[in-house]
């Protein structure tokens, strides 16, 4: 089994940054693409941004410029860097990991409990 923690969300004011973490611990795993995902009050879950095993990096419009994901897999750890916060990125943010546990079996989706980022005006 694997479990996510997240960590590094909190209230902030319009401008201000929160760097978002995810660590995934448990037996013997292989961590592929990672993602980050939110969603808003009354909104759907959208995803913010991606990165592969290889590095490679996907942010959505709405984060361009302003957030960078990052990963150590040394410390199979998945960061979000938020600056220049607006209220409008205020959501609850959930990692979500696609993670090999057992070679004969594809790599399965796993997510955060979640994490509150509220910015205020």
């Known amino acids: 089994q694997v479990q996510l923690a997240e960590s590094g969300g909190g209230l902030v004011q319009s401008g201000g940054s929160l760097r978002l973490s995810c660590v995934a611990s448990?037996?013997?795993?292989?961590?592929?693409?990672m993602n980050w995902y939110r969603q808003g009050p009354g909104k759907q879950r959208e995803l913010v941004a991606r990165?592969?095993?290889?590095?490679?990096?996907y942010h959505a419009d709405s984060a361009k410029g302003r957030f960078i994901i990052s990963r150590d897999d040394a410390k199979n750890t998945m960061y979000l860097q938020m600056n220049s916060l607006m209220p409008e990125d205020t959501a609850v943010y959930y990692c979500?990991?696609?993670?090999?546990?057992?070679?004969?079996?594809?790599?399965?989706?796993?997510w955060g409990q979640g994490i509150q980022v509220t910015v205020s005006s």
């Open positions: 448990g037996s013997s795993f292989t961590i592929y693409d």
């Open positions: 979500n990991l696609f993670i090999l546990i057992n070679p004969s079996i594809p790599p399965r989706s796993y």
């Open positions: 990165i592969t095993s290889g590095g490679r990096t």
